[in-house]
């Protein structure tokens, strides 16, 4: 089908472009509210789950980065955009926890990666963008957010905001990697957090380690729901699913943990990448 085709979906284009509107206009809003240009903050949808039907229409729209936060998912859908769009400029992050063993498929698709979080997984994505660059299937080297864990619970992804040396050695280590490119902090609110708390301490964080490096660190904060308070505390990168998507579908087996047992999907593959939220 060609991309001219998924416009005549009159019902989805409307809704994303209703959407779409909505979103742009929450995050002027938001930016002017806190004395910051518009400009200043990418307004990152988060296209997991959604088929690259939706990322057609986007791109239509004026969308030119797309994030996602499972590596198989993400990867059919680059390979349906490519041969697609052959000639567009698609930029795809990686949002999503990242195993080790999914580095070199992550750096053959992948802008950015927003949820880095150990030495192992940088050398290991070093590895990956830089064999990826020598063979010329990557322009440039994978841009790189550290995440902080900003309640210590590192289990959920992060570096622990309360180990400043270990966090310093991390960036450093990005820093120094030829393959990546060290870009800034990523971070989630925990859930038992107040966002404005959360996003104080990240903010912070990023002033903390701004020091020791000459290039502006960009901040990946804020979600659907919290998107306002991410912006009051500097962040420069918005990733948002469910205010531009709709609700996220619950069928596809293979995307979705089973809370019960009566859940009506079968279980994830032992090894699947963190818990989607
Ligand atoms: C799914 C996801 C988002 C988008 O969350 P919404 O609440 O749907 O906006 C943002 N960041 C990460 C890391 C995600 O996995």
């Not at 926890?97 to 994505?125: E, F, G, M």
């Not at 310093?168 to 870009?183: I, K, P, Q």
Request: glycine fraction near 6%; include cysteine.
């Amino acid at each position: 089908m060609s991309t001219c085709q998924y416009m005549q979906n009159a019902d989805r284009v409307g809704e994303l472009t209703a959407k779409l509107g909505a979103a742009r206009a929450r995050l002027a809003h938001a930016a002017e509210a806190a004395g910051r240009n518009v400009n200043d903050i990418e307004l990152l949808p988060i296209t997991k789950f959604f088929p690259a039907s939706d990322i057609f229409i986007l791109h239509q729209l004026g969308c030119h980065a797309f994030g996602e936060s499972r590596e198989q998912e993400a990867a059919n859908k680059v390979a349906t955009v490519r041969a697609e769009l052959p000639d567009a400029t698609v930029r795809w992050h990686m949002v999503g926890r990242i195993q080790r063993n999914k580095a070199k498929a992550v750096a053959s698709w992948a802008y950015a990666a927003h949820s880095v979080d150990s030495q192992r997984l940088i050398t290991a994505l070093d590895r990956a963008a830089t064999a990826a660059l020598a063979a010329g299937t990557r322009a440039e080297p994978l841009r790189v957010y550290l995440q902080i864990s900003l309640d210590g619970d590192t289990e959920r992804g992060g570096i622990d905001v309360g180990s400043p040396d270990l966090v310093d050695e991390l960036c450093a280590a990005a820093d120094r990697a030829d393959g990546l490119t060290f870009v800034g902090l990523m971070g989630i609110p925990p859930l038992e957090v107040d966002p404005d708390d959360a996003f104080a301490r990240l903010a912070a964080e990023r002033d903390r380690v701004q020091a020791d490096y000459p290039q502006r660190l960009e901040l990946s904060a804020g979600m659907s729901s919290d998107l306002e308070i991410a912006v009051k505390h500097g962040s420069t990168c918005v990733r948002v699913g469910t205010a531009l998507m709709g609700k996220r579908p619950l069928t596809s087996p293979a995307v979705v943990t089973p809370v019960t047992s009566s859940s009506q999907t079968s279980p994830p593959p032992r090894s699947a990448e963190g818990s989607p939220r």
